[in-house]
C-alpha cells in the first residue's frame, strides 16, 4: 500500500482536476496521444492500453487515499467530540441516573426505558459539557491543564462546537421527553 508518497500526490492531484473539470492538468490530456485524423480513421487501436492502465491505477489510489482521509476526518471530529463531551465524566452522570431509574421501577425494570434513560442523560450531559467548555474558552487557554482541550486549541471551532451542543442537546431532551416521561 502506498503511503503519502509522490505517486499518492499526483493521484490525489489527478482526481481533484478531475472533479473540478481542470483540463490541463487532468492526467489523460498529459498520458494519452492525440492520434490524428489519418492514424483514427486507419487504426482503431492508435491509442495504447497502458496510459488507461496506469490512468485507472493513479485513481484507484486517489480513491484509496480518500478513504483514508475521510476515516482521518471522522477519527478527528469524534476525538474532538469525546473531549468536548467529557464522556467519562458524563458517565458517572448517567450511572447515577441509571441506578435512580432501577431504584424507582420497583419489582420490574423496564430496560427499554433504562436504556433511553441513560441515553437520554448521556446526550443532554455531553450538550451541558460541550457549552461549558465553549462559554470558557478564554480561560481554558491560559491553564495549563485545560489549553489542549479541542476549543483553545483550535482542532475545532467555536461554532462547530456549539452546533453540537444544540444538536445533542435537543436529541437527548426530545428522546427522554417521547420515550421515558410520555406515560
Request: hydrophobic share 45%; with cysteine.
Amino acid at each position: 500500500m502506498w503511503r503519502g508518497g509522490a505517486t499518492a500526490a499526483s493521484a490525489a492531484r489527478a482526481l481533484r482536476s478531475r472533479m473540478l473539470g481542470d483540463p490541463i492538468h487532468h492526467p489523460s490530456t498529459a498520458i494519452l496521444p492525440i492520434p490524428s485524423a489519418r492514424a483514427a480513421c486507419s487504426a482503431p487501436s492508435a491509442v495504447s492500453p497502458a496510459p488507461i492502465v496506469a490512468e485507472a491505477a493513479a485513481a484507484s489510489v486517489a480513491v484509496s487515499s480518500g478513504a483514508r482521509s475521510a476515516s482521518d476526518v471522522l477519527r478527528h471530529y469524534g476525538s474532538c467530540y469525546w473531549e468536548l463531551s467529557k464522556a467519562r465524566l458524563s458517565a458517572l452522570v448517567v450511572a447515577t441516573s441509571g441506578a435512580g431509574y432501577v431504584l424507582g421501577s420497583g419489582s420490574i425494570v423496564d430496560i427499554a426505558g433504562l436504556c433511553y434513560t441513560c441515553t437520554g442523560t448521556m446526550m443532554v450531559a455531553a450538550s451541558a459539557n460541550t457549552l461549558n467548555q465553549v462559554f470558557e474558552i478564554k480561560n481554558d487557554a491560559k491553564m495549563k491543564r485545560t489549553m489542549r482541550r479541542p476549543l483553545p486549541s483550535g482542532r475545532i471551532s467555536p461554532v462547530h462546537a456549539a452546533m453540537w451542543a444544540t444538536t445533542v442537546g435537543t436529541a437527548g431532551t426530545a428522546l427522554l421527553a417521547c420515550k421515558v416521561c410520555a406515560g
